[in-house]
């Protein structure tokens, strides 16, 4: 029976379904069907794009998002699920600017997005930019340990995207950390006037870091009228929308940081030495590179003839498709017919992609090198090439064909790799392609003589480029630091932001040094906060306040004193320590229950439900516990320690007896003395309950004394009790809070 028949409406196109024939059946013979009926079938079908076409996507005005690292909340969890967690993570060591990318994506998988975002924004102020652009192939997700695997790396840099994007949406503003002093009573040295030069990410990142550190008079001067260096006006709508970039200085200035547009080194006679004369005491320059490395053969040509440098071209796209950028309402590059676009790094690729929403044809991409020597990403590289660009390598430019006022075509030379290595220019090969505009794409200097003069009395570098401690940032003058492209170290937008973070710490300490005070040589930057940190969401349970109700209990993740102090330090409340027991009544484990846990299913490795119970007791002394609780307390006063320890029923089970009132004084005598809070009383197996209540009071009377014969004042005893009631009572739980 076939499962589809043609409508008696005559159009061939027309089919209705036969649900019935959708039920499965069992298959009685081989399916035969032509080929040629298949090719015709597919087409109905295929979901991806036909090999076949020989022109590029009709993309014309279309500046939908092409990442292919976006992710729903769907897709976000279920990446977030796969991560390993690595102890010694290795995709950390490879992030510019030190996410603890294992913490954010642990995060996510909790679905405490709020949190994740914290984390990111606490060492990267740009962290939606940088998850949207960042060539993570080749950093964090290069390092992966899951790289070889079937299912292939973790999309880290998807998952920073949706983390920041949920946060985004919340539309919280960022606040001063709490710690700092009321802005008041804040020394002189924070008062300091300090000016950076460009509003890009380098100069973004370093004046959030340097507002976080609580300093009050920065000012940003951006020579355009817009934000975001080359965030805004050379990386596309459809790869950084302008709504990102501007959310993330929105961030920066409700630290109070002022951006002053149409101001800059070189204009109005704005330079490093009139800056010093009006007062400023540290200078940031994050301008990056903005003239762009012209070949001779393209000079005098115009771009009503055909030709654009990627300073030309991307602004006038970015002007035109990002709305919020500028009042001016252009309209995109009119590009028609074929593009050949020079250069083989990431800008180049934005040109070929965007070039094809501005009305183009056909693109070729030229590059003097070979595919294995291509600068830009695999992730900007396949973009293209979805979009059916056309890569030409191996070709060096010799000529621009100019008639009738108009670019007509362009001739190349063939190049070739000698033996040792270094690139040759063959003058007997010739390729001439025919084209409309050609787009340069050759990278970037700083050229502006105006600039350069602002700048004196720094050095320069033989590359024409301020000379930079690549430690501290700082120029020749130690009044002035400087990062970004600008700085010459800095390839990528995530490695500007961490010049700017570098150099905030590093401006900081010299600021302070000319005030006299101290600073830590340890770098001590402040975390991302919002009002959302000032919440209280202390609980109270049992008369103990706890600063937040998330602590651990005891199993697996309080077996050792370390564990318990990583908690803490990354915030957790409070911590029940593992059941222990006097020396003389100590429990070896037989044997560590690791098991596979009931509820992994189909799922291996990180995947999997459950260990279960790891140790029936503790195997560490009393001493040890008490011993490590005396430091855990003293190095953190407001999380809690409840102690749990274990009395075997012999000692509690009598009503009278020597060896019951010793080691319960033994217990909570230690417990005093270690600063605990509360202490549980376990497996406490009797039948007569009043009487055993009885000795306990009497026990506890005894030990008020004791303590005061200690020179110890003012004890109250507070008796909470809680019994599991069964047949006969078994098990009770007393929680006992000493005041002092």
């Known amino acids: 029976m076939p499962v589809f028949k043609k409508s008696s409406g005559g159009d061939p196109g027309n089919y209705r379904l036969n649900l019935l024939a959708l039920n ?50 769907r897709g976000a969890l279920r990446e977030a699920m796969r991560c390993l967690k690595c102890a010694d993570a290795p995709c950390q060591k490879s992030c510019p600017t030190n996410l603890d990318i294992k913490s954010f994506i642990t995060s996510i998988a909790n679905k405490n997005y709020y949190g994740a ?102 000012t940003v001067f951006e020579k355009q009228q817009y934000i975001g260096g080359l965030s805004t006006s050379e990386i596309p709508q459809f790869r950084l929308p302008y709504d990102v970039v501007n959310f993330e200085a929105e961030l920066m200035k409700d630290l109070g940081v002022k951006i002053v547009c149409g101001k800059g080194l070189g204009i109005e006679g704005m330079t490093i030495n009139t800056l010093k004369e009006e007062g400023y005491k540290a200078v940031f320059i994050g301008i990056g590179l903005p003239e762009p490395n012209k070949d001779g053969i393209f000079q005098g040509l115009r771009m009503d003839q055909g030709f654009y440098t990627s300073k030309d071209f991307l602004p006038l796209v970015a002007m035109a498709s990002k709305p919020g950028m500028c009042a001016c309402h252009s309209p995109l590059p009119l590009i028609q017919g074929t593009v050949i676009v020079l250069g083989a790094g990431d800008t180049a690729f934005d040109c070929a992609t965007s070039a094809l929403r501005c009305g183009a044809r056909r693109v070729f991409v030229v590059f003097r090198k070979g595919f294995t020597n291509i600068r830009a990403v695999p992730e900007e590289m396949e973009l293209a090439k979805e979009e059916k660009c056309e890569f030409l390598p191996f070709l060096s430019p010799r000529k621009v064909v100019v008639k009738g006022g108009r670019i007509v075509a362009m001739e190349f030379v063939r190049t070739e790799q000698a033996e040792a290595g270094h690139w040759i220019e063959d003058e007997d090969q010739i390729v001439r392609l025919k084209t409309d505009v050609v787009i340069s794409a050759f990278g970037s200097v700083l050229g502006d003589p105006k600039v350069k003069e602002a700048m004196n009395p720094i050095q320069f570098n033989r590359w024409g ?50 005030y006299g005070a101290a600073v830590s040589t340890t770098p001590e930057l402040p975390l991302f906060c919002t009002p959302i940190d000032l919440v209280d969401i202390s609980v109270e349970v049992a008369g103990l306040k706890f600063p937040n109700p998330f602590g651990l209990a005891s199993a697996t993740p309080t077996t050792s004193s370390p564990m318990i102090r990583r908690a803490f330090e990354a915030g957790w409340g409070f911590a029940l320590t593992k059941t222990f027991s006097l020396d003389k009544d100590i429990v070896t484990n037989v044997s560590p229950r690791i098991i596979r846990g009931i509820t992994s299913g189909p799922m291996y490795g990180p995947g999997q439900g459950s260990f279960l119970n790891i140790e029936l007791i503790s195997e560490k002394t009393a001493e040890y516990w008490c011993k490590s609780v005396t430091e855990l307390k003293a190095d953190f006063p407001d999380q809690l320690l409840p102690e749990k320890e274990s009395l075997k029923p012999r000692l509690i089970n009598s009503c009278s007896g020597r060896n019951n009132h010793l080691d319960t004084e033994y217990y909570l005598f230690a417990s005093n003395e270690t600063s605990l809070l509360c202490v549980e009383l376990r497996n406490c197996k009797r039948e007569n309950t009043s009487k055993w209540e009885n000795k306990l009071y009497c026990n506890l009377v005894h030990l008020s004394r004791v303590y005061k014969n200690r020179e110890r004042r003012n004890i109250c005893l507070q008796i909470y009790l809680t019994f599991r009631e069964t047949r006969t009572i078994r098990t009770s739980f007393y929680i006992f809070k000493y005041i002092f």
């Open 117 to 218: 975002a914290k984390m990111i924004l606490s060492d990267n102020p740009l962290g939606l930019t940088c998850g949207m652009v960042c060539p993570t192939s080749d950093l964090c997700v290069g390092g992966c340990n899951l790289y070889a695997t079937e299912e292939g790396p973790i999309n880290i840099g998807g998952l920073q995207q949706f983390a920041t994007e949920v946060f985004k949406a919340m539309n919280i503003p960022q606040i001063r950390s709490p710690s700092l002093p009321p802005p008041a009573e804040i020394p002189e040295g924070y008062h300091a006037k300090i000016a950076l030069f460009g509003a890009g990410p380098a100069s973004i990142s370093c004046a959030s870091f340097l507002a976080r550190l609580g300093y009050s008079d920065i």
């Open 24 to 73: 499965p059946r069992m298959q009685t013979h081989a399916t035969l069907c032509s080929s040629a009926a298949k090719k015709q079938d597919k087409k109905h079908w295929k979901r991806n794009a036909d090999k076949s076409g020989s022109n590029c996507e009709m993309l014309e005005n279309n500046f939908d998002d092409i990442k292919h690292t976006t992710l729903s909340e």
């Open 465 to 514: 480029l301020p000379e930079v401690d690549p430690e501290t940032m700082q120029t020749s003058e130690s009044w002035v630091f400087a990062g970004g492209d600008i700085g010459g170290l800095a390839n990528t937008t995530v490695e500007s932001v961490n010049d700017g973070k570098q150099a905030s710490w590093y401006m900081h300490r010299y600021i302070q040094s000319l």
